[in-house]
């Protein structure tokens, strides 16, 4: 059953990419789509199990060619004046890998995807997964009507909210640990740095693969924030004296190991995937490690599809693309990491009952 409502939901967006669904709905149609990519092989054979009849390299080979199309219909989002905000789920078919390892298809299916949102007649792009590393959203955003987002802001406010309670639950205070801040000169990474610098945080060390990036975020920061205590460095090895590690990089899998971390150390991930392996857990029961860039959406929001999270959360990413529908932003509010903006998706999440989620992982990869 599946298979069959698959190739018909794929015929479907087919002809919606080349003629505009305006002309089967209607005019002037509100809502949001979110677009995201499989982590890795085994979300695709979650979603579409008869997948895993084949052969693993003939699957992902044959989905490369694969256009675009909607995996999921959101219901449930109303606007703050209570009016019905419609929205989609679109997905591309490039793993994680696969988008980096090859950006300009990559690229080409996001496009692709863009063109068939408005073709639906929505008016905000969410970019999820890694379909925003490798978009130059602000290049983007001149040449199409649509609102597009990366979602980086609202996660890294809610990743900034949550790890200021965390660390106060450890009775710790931001203010004297010792913090590191690894793919800081990332979109989420960057934004994070600054609020939690703007809290009272205070000794900081920026972590990133390139070292160019890492002193130019650094000369940025010194000078906003005269006053801290903030550092730089590649060497992923120098993490042992970090009281919190937080992670936000594209790496497509784990970077940390055992041995990096010092005893008791609050460990939060941001990434997708995740920089920590479940070994890593396993092996380290003196540190606490937390699934982070979540929130928890109102319970009106329903949809047929997996996102593997818990207790009913999602990614901020999706959550802003929701606020920026469902608020109803102009275009010209949504400038990602601005200060103002920053405090709009914080009280548009809250009225619209958004809020910041995490949760502590066990030995099985399970919340705690
Ligand atoms: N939960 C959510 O809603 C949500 C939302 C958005 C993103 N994310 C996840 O957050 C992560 C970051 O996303 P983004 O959009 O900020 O990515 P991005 O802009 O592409 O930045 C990636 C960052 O990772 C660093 N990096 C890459 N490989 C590294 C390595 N081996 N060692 C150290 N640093 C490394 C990069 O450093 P350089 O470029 O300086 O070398 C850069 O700082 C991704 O995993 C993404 O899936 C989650």
Redesign the pocket.
């Known amino acids: 059953m599946k298979v069959v409502s698959l190739i018909l939901r794929a015929i479907v967006d087919l002809v919606f990419l080349v003629f505009p669904a305006r002309f089967f709905y209607g005019k002037n149609r509100a809502g949001f789509v979110f677009l995201s990519n499989p982590?890795n092989i085994h979300d695709l054979y979650t979603k579409y199990p008869f997948l895993k009849h084949f052969n693993e390299s003939i699957t992902k080979r044959a989905l490369r060619y694969m256009w675009p199309f909607a995996v999921a219909k959101v219901y449930g989002l109303n606007s703050l004046d209570k009016k019905h905000v419609s929205g989609w789920i679109f997905g591309i078919s490039l793993t994680?890998e696969e988008i980096l390892k090859d950006k300009t298809r990559a690229r080409k299916k996001i496009k692709q995807a863009i063109r068939l949102a408005e073709n639906y007649g929505l008016r905000v792009v969410g970019l999820?997964?890694?379909t925003?590393?490798?978009t130059d959203i602000s290049e983007m955003s001149k040449y199409i009507d649509p609102i597009l987002t990366?979602?980086?802001t609202?996660?890294a406010v809610v990743?900034a909210e949550s790890v200021a309670d965390i660390v106060l639950k450890y009775k710790k205070n931001l203010e004297n640990i010792n913090i590191a801040i690894?793919?800081?000169?990332?979109?989420?990474?960057?934004i994070f740095t600054h609020i939690l610098l703007s809290k009272n945080a205070r000794r900081v060390r920026i972590?990133?693969?390139?070292l160019?990036?890492?002193e130019r975020?650094h000369k940025e920061l010194i000078k906003e924030h005269p006053s801290k205590d903030i550092s730089y460095s590649?060497d992923?090895s120098n993490l042992s004296s970090f009281d919190l590690i937080v992670?936000?990089?594209?790496?497509p899998s784990a970077?940390i190991q055992a041995g990096h971390l010092k005893g008791g150390a609050i460990v939060y991930d941001?990434?997708?995937?995740k920089?920590i392996s479940q070994n890593v857990v396993v092996a380290r029961p003196d540190c606490f490690f937390f699934e982070?860039?979540?929130?928890r959406q109102p319970s009106s929001i329903r949809y047929h599809f997996d996102f593997k999270l818990n207790g009913g959360s999602?990614?901020?990413?999706?959550?802003?693309t929701m606020i920026i529908a469902a608020a109803e932003f102009d275009k010209g509010l949504v400038k990602e990491g601005d200060r103002a903006y920053v405090e709009l998706l914080r009280d548009a999440g809250f009225a619209l009952g958004f809020t910041p989620y995490y949760y502590e992982l066990n030995t099985h990869g399970n919340p705690r």
Do not use: D, H, W
């Open positions: 982590r994680a999820g997964g890694y925003s590393s490798v990366s979602g980086s609202y996660t990743s690894v793919g800081a000169t990332g979109s989420v990474g960057k972590f990133s693969k390139t160019e990036n890492l975020l590649v992923l992670l936000a990089t594209n790496a970077l941001i990434s997708q995937p920089n982070g860039g979540l929130v999602i990614f901020g990413c999706m959550a802003e």
